[in-house]
């Protein structure tokens, strides 16, 4: 059974920063990709950022230059440094993995989803 465990999640006043993990385990992190979708109250699902097993990255426009999403210490584990947060990135934030390209207009039938962690940005 393929399981994601997230942490890092919270409130931070805009500008500040914050640092979301992902461990994955039953899922073997080659050849795929992992990555972060985020979902709002009232919206879609986007693909915020992703990592592929040879170091590919992929950032939604609304995020380039202020995350950074990375390989973690261990092979199936990523991390997603958030800075200069603003209020339009609450939201609640899933880990993803997938055998092929995470997608970019849609959150459903992929390999693994994680339960999420709430990013609350205050003005």
């Known amino acids: 059974e393929v399981q994601l465990v997230e942490s890092g999640g919270g409130s931070v006043q805009t500008g500040g920063s914050l640092r979301l993990s992902c461990t994955a385990s039953?899922?073997?992190?080659?050849?795929?990709?992992m990555g972060w979708y985020r979902q709002a109250p009232g919206s879609e699902c986007e693909l915020v950022s992703s990592?592929?097993?040879?170091?590919?990255?992929h950032y939604a426009d609304s995020v380039k230059g202020r995350f950074t999403i990375s390989q973690g210490n261990t092979k199936n584990s990523i991390l997603l440094q958030m800075n200069n947060l603003k209020p339009e990135d609450s939201a609640v934030y899933h880990c993803a993995a997938d055998r092929a390209v995470l997608p970019v207009g849609r959150c459903n039938d992929l390999d693994a989803w994680g339960q999420g962690t709430l990013v609350t940005v205050s003005s």
């Open positions: 990592i592929s097993s040879e170091g590919y990255t």
């Open positions: 039953g899922f073997a992190f080659d050849g795929g990709d």
